[in-house]
């Protein structure tokens, strides 16, 4: 009997977290099936999952701990253990883990993007940068998060913004996305790769005014005050466009004397 | 050469499904998502492989438009474009064109493949403008029991022959793991008219979460669900389905991911969401999403530990975005039971920090035959009050005594029921129906 292991008495005090009724009822589910089958390692793994997304390390751990004894190739146990790695900052043991998950299954796309996070947690950005592009590769549909991760450990600005622009390419204009983007391009200097993505928008949304505002305050700092003056200006015309309603709004009147600051010859009235 | 020939054929036909007589089964579906003016998304299922086709019209006798996806499965996903705004079509899907009316008048249906029926459904109208909609609320659905028969059966007496405009489901939507398995019984088998004739937007609840990935946007549910990613559907793209928001007329629906996606302030799903509160000039906001902001019923808000933290991070970090933004209604799920608060502002801590002169904005029920509906003011300004709604009890009430002593809540009951919500114009209406078949609550809201 494997349950002989120091782990298994690990797996004792279920019942000492705090009362929370929708983990109980999965705990009880669990629970249940370890009972009706004690030797099926999945389940002892799908147990530490449950520990592990409530925050409760050590019994995850001996729950991963039971099932690998039971079973040291389930699928799935060298990813979850590694998450659990990645919860102690422990990336390089995270990382060994995440090769052998890699190894049995390269397609393993969770598994890719754990171990680029725990690239980039151990310092190693290239590294990373390679594992998220795998795994950006293999996603029909990556959220947004994995492209500002990926920029995130580009070498220089020009290929992080390329990297946000490939996000961009196949997710659409993600306000994150775009964010970072022009916040890398103003502070490289890159101030028409800037005002020509803000222009994109801008001919895109249903409501420019602010985007406006953001072009003009962008030229300003740019010190290119007549293309500033003309973006203020077609702020306030996009203003005056709106419904009653939405121009008379405490957001839009902010906005109208942020713009006579910065532009005093135009007008808070229409 | 000849026999040759044929065998050849013969294995072709064998090799493509879609050429062989219908002798497949829906076995799920069909259902409509990602509706907008102009498009809908038809999506089912067959237990064979077999192409998809969606033939339609204006007409149940005039499926004159065919649509079709590329290849041959047994999931259908098929786009219907260029439709006309606020339209009813009539649709049948299967492996193959309904042939045109000219070949048999008047019986485009029985020409269909052996495994289709008629379907109809009515595209949005232009967004923008007011028109009566009745949208139905379930949180937490999919108990797959008679109590969930029963709320689903309320509603539709209730609602009889007005024609539901859209549905939201609030996350934990098949129990108890979100598998494809706990969809077919609790969404699939349980809603099969509603799912045909309207759209349903869903959000992601825990036990979703069990079978889904929101970072990899992979899972059953990514699976099930078409939601738009690009704008599509009206408002900012958020670039993944676990959160996403759409137009109906003059109204502006947002749905949130408090589950599985980053609950950061300055997160990609905070940034999407104050990029779209600013651009939408819609008249009405409503928001949705599984954890509540507050509750005292199976889950209570003052607790930590409770679901992780995610219920104080919607109501610190996402409800002052959400108020600023000058959302309307917040509709949540997860806490099995029914918890409804006055018109209310800025309370943002535990509730033993409710301080009812400072973050209620309107006392009083609501109500047109009680003590006044609740007005705010028709130019859209921040923190000038929404109705936060736990309607989280579609599939089930609490079999425990639950304490349902918030003091944010005007009204909290341990009932299942569902809600519905109608727009006319400048007033919104919201209704409680519990599974009896009982009007437990109601309120107003207008704009003027
Ligand atoms: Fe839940």
């Known amino acids: ?270 | 050469m000849k026999l040759r020939f044929n065998l050849l054929s013969l294995l072709l036909l064998l090799l493509a499904p879609g050429l062989l007589p219908a002798a497949t089964t829906i076995v799920r579906g069909p259902y409509l998502q990602s509706a907008t003016p102009t498009s809908m998304v038809v999506r089912w299922r067959t237990d064979l492989s077999e192409r998809s086709v969606v033939s339609y019209g204006l007409a149940a006798d005039k499926l004159t438009e065919n649509a079709r996806s590329a290849g041959v499965g047994t999931e259908h996903v098929v786009q219907l474009e260029n439709l006309q705004p606020g339209t009813r079509y009539f649709y049948v899907v299967g492996n193959a064109p309904v042939p045109p009316p000219s070949t048999k008048a008047g019986a485009a249906a029985e020409d269909g493949p052996a495994s289709a029926a008629m379907s109809s459904f009515t595209t949005p109208p232009p967004v923008g403008a007011a028109k009566p909609t009745r949208v139905w609320v379930l949180g937490d659905p999919g108990t797959k029991n008679d109590t969930q028969r029963a709320v689903r059966d309320v509603y539709q007496k209730f609602t009889g022959d007005r024609p539901t405009d859209l549905w939201l489901l609030l996350g934990d939507n098949a129990y108890p793991d979100g598998t494809d398995a706990d969809y077919q019984k609790a969404i699939f088998e349980l809603y099969p008219d509603f799912l045909r004739t309207s759209p349903v937007w869903p959000a992601l609840g825990n036990h979703d979460a069990q079978s889904a990935n929101s970072i990899t946007q992979s899972g059953v549910y990514y699976d099930i669900f078409t939601l738009p990613t690009r704008g599509q559907a009206g408002g900012v793209p958020s670039g993944t389905e676990a959160y996403y928001s759409f137009d109906y007329a003059n109204a502006h629906f947002i749905c949130l991911d408090s589950q599985d996606s980053d609950r950061n302030p300055n997160g990609p799903m905070m940034q999407w969401l104050k990029a779209d509160l600013a651009a939408t000039s819609r008249d009405w906001i409503i928001a949705y999403f599984h954890h509540p902001t507050y509750t005292k019923g199976t889950h209570d808000s003052d607790r930590d530990a409770d679901s992780a933290g995610r219920m104080n991070d919607m109501r610190a970090i996402f409800l002052p975005v959400l108020e600023a933004g000058g959302v309307d209604l917040v509709l949540t799920g997860h806490s099995h039971v029914y918890e409804r608060s006055w018109l209310i502002d800025g309370h943002y801590g535990k509730s033993n920090t409710f301080n009812a002169s400072a973050h209620v904005r309107q006392t009083g029920d609501g109500r047109a035959g009680g003590n006044g509906v609740y007005r705010k003011p028709r130019i859209r300004t921040e923190h000038a009050g929404e109705v936060s709604v736990v309607t989280g009890s579609a599939g089930h009430a609490s079999t425990q005594p639950v304490p349902l002593n918030h003091p944010v809540f005007f009204l909290s009951l341990n009932e299942a029921g569902s809600s519905v919500i109608d727009i006319n114009g400048l007033q919104l209406d919201f209704t409680f129906l519990n599974e009896k078949g009982e009007k437990r609550d109601w309120f107003s809201v207008i704009k003027e």
């Not at chain 1, 890719?112 to 590294?127: E, T, V």
């Not at chain 1, 005050?225 to 466009?241: D, L, N, Q, V």
């Open chain 1, 1 to 270: 009997m494997r349950f002989r292991s120091a782990s298994f008495f690990f797996l004792l005090p279920v019942l000492a977290l705090p009362a929370h009724p929708e983990l109980d009822a999965a705990l009880q589910r669990i629970n249940a099936r370890v009972a009706a089958s004690p030797q099926a390692a999945a389940l002892y793994l799908e147990r530490g999952e449950i520990y592990l997304g409530a925050g409760d390390l050590l019994t995850a751990e001996a729950n991963f701990q039971v099932a690998a004894e039971l079973d040291p190739q389930l699928p799935r146990l060298d990813r979850a253990r590694a998450t659990l790695a990645l919860s102690r900052r422990q990336p390089a043991d995270a990382i060994r883990l995440l090769e052998g998950a890699l190894r049995r299954n390269p397609a393993d796309t969770e598994a890719r993007i754990l171990r680029a996070r725990s690239q980039l947690a151990s310092g190693h950005s290239a590294a990373a940068g390679e594992d998220f592009a795998a795994a950006l590769a293999l996603l029909e549909q990556p959220a947004p998060e994995i492209f500002l991760e990926y920029a995130a450990c580009a070498a220089n600005p020009i290929e992080a913004i390329r990297r946000l622009d490939a996000g961009c390419a196949r997710l659409g204009a993600v306000p994150a996305l775009l964010e970072r983007a022009l916040a890398l391009e103003e502070s490289a200097g890159l101030i028409d790769h800037a005002v020509s993505r803000l222009d994109r928008i801008i001919a895109r949304v249903e409501r420019p005014e602010s985007w406006l505002k953001r072009r003009g305050d962008l030229l300003q700092r740019a010190g290119r005050p007549a293309e500033a003056g003309a973006s203020y200006a077609a702020a306030r015309t996009a203003i005056g466009r709106l419904p009653d309603w939405l121009q008379e709004s405490p957001a839009t009147t902010r906005l109208k004397h942020e713009l006579v600051d910065s532009a005093p010859s135009l007008s808070l009235s229409p």
